[in-house]
């Protein structure tokens, strides 16, 4: 979608990459968001622990965009998701962010999926 900046007037992709990686508003182009640093909201990473029914999603929030690429790139070294496995957490420190995130949000499936009637 092409819109046009608020500041400048020039037209950008608001799904470019460029666009992606500056973040900002939609109405602002990337250009724009750096020079005149208007993205100062926090990062949120969301990552998954499990397949289908009963996976858990987990919310995290990093005051700047570095910590939180940082955090999501230690999460798929440590979760074999480079090697094509799914959540094979192994004795890897490497996801130790010295407390740069909060949890804000956790999301668990459903542990009766298969109709069991035991309590958890």
Known sequence: MVKECKHCG???DT????????????N?????VEELQ???????VGVTSGDGKTALITVMRFENNQDGK????NWRLSTGFYRGKSC???GT?????????RKVGEFGGNP??????SEY
């Open 38 to 44: 208007t993205d100062r909201g926090d990062t949120l």
């Open 88 to 90: 094979q957490m192994g």
């Open 93 to 101: 420190r490497t996801l130790d962010m010295d407390g740069k995130g």
């Open 112 to 117: 009766n999926h298969k109709g069991n009637r």
């Open 70 to 73: 940082q955090f999501l790139h």
């Open 10 to 12: 020039s037209e950008f």
């Open 15 to 26: 799904v470019s990459r460029a666009k992606r990686l500056a973040g900002g508003l939609i």
């Open 28 to 32: 602002e182009c990337p250009d724009c």
